[in-house]
């Protein structure tokens, strides 16, 4: 008997930071399983598939014409700044921006009951050298890290609903061919032979942004509720290693990379104030890859990823580990 029930409608999924780089790559991938509706404030974008309008996260009103017209089923907070030395340099609108403006988006999420999923950082830790877990206490020592604590403290005791996704070092393509971020400018330097120092005492995890836009699909499909994941490759590796892993995956030569030693920008009074310090943000993965039954894979293998991503290319004798009908290389 033919079945005439009508199709189930998509969830509806709104993205506050469209326009940088881990909110457009999400809309991205996410655009084929959800309808996207995305803002951006200053800078435009255009993704095939999804609806952008503008919106300054800091007024209130605009952000309740968006909620309510959008009526999102999730909410995802992509706005902020990010580079740990603008953070510092720029401490008011850091806070505004990772903190204050998430206040006005979640007000109004919880009023018109949408799920509010906030992108935090490692840097909500120390850097201490040990395998940080999702119940140990934040003691951020940047002001980035700082920011970001607070809204991971305003989330879980003020909402009802939200899931807070820890998140290790993104990597990937920026929807703005114009503006290279740090990743582009690697393989472009690479491409080009150019001499690249890189820091080799920070040691962070290192994803394919696009292993976000699985944990966070698989997230919504299951209706998890009220968690915190740590999102993060199984290793950790300086920015100076990661360079040296990306050649060994993508055929590059390594001999134009050299080592350096990056000032971090730290808070006074914070431990980690020596300039010879080295810091640590190994994440502890388990409950993640418990509760969503998956496995997280270690930097090479995000890298080996990355290249069949791009390249549409790969090792066909590799063996893939395959878990709620996604391959993780």
Known sequence: MENLEPPKAKKTILIFG????????????????????????RTPVYIPGVMTI?????????????????KPDVTLYCVGLSSLMD?????????????????????YCQRYKSQVCYISSNFVFGGENKSYLEMDIPDANMVYGKTQASAEFYIQKTLLNYIIFRCCRFYGRNIDSQKKNWFETIQYNLAKN???????????????VYYLA??????????????????????????????????KVFGESETMLSKTKWTM???????????????????????LEGFLRLKMPTIEESLQFSFKRFHGLGDGNRSKKKTEGINFI
């Open 194 to 208: 150019s001499p690249t120092q890189l820091d080799s005492s920070l040691r962070v995890g290192f994803l394919d």
């Open 265 to 287: 920008p730290f808070l006074k009074g914070s431990v980690h104030t020596s300039v010879s310090a080295e810091l640590s943000y190994q994440m502890d993965v388990s409950n």
């Open 18 to 41: 469209i326009s940088s780089f881990v909110g457009s790559n999400l809309a991205e991938f996410l655009k084929k399983d959800f309808r996207i509706v995305g803002t951006y404030y």
């Open 87 to 107: 953070c510092s340099k720029r401490a008011d609108l850091a806070e505004a921006l990772n903190t204050s403006g998430l206040f006005n988006v979640a007000e």
């Open 214 to 247: 699985l944990v966070i699909k698989i997230s919504i499909e299951k209706g998890v509720t009220n968690r915190l994941f740590q999102v993060s490759s199984q290793d950790t590796a300086s920015f100076y290693d990661f360079s040296k892993m990306y050649t």
């Open 54 to 70: 503008p919106c300054n996260v800091l007024n209130k009103e605009e952000v309740r014409l968006v909620v309510y017209a959008s």
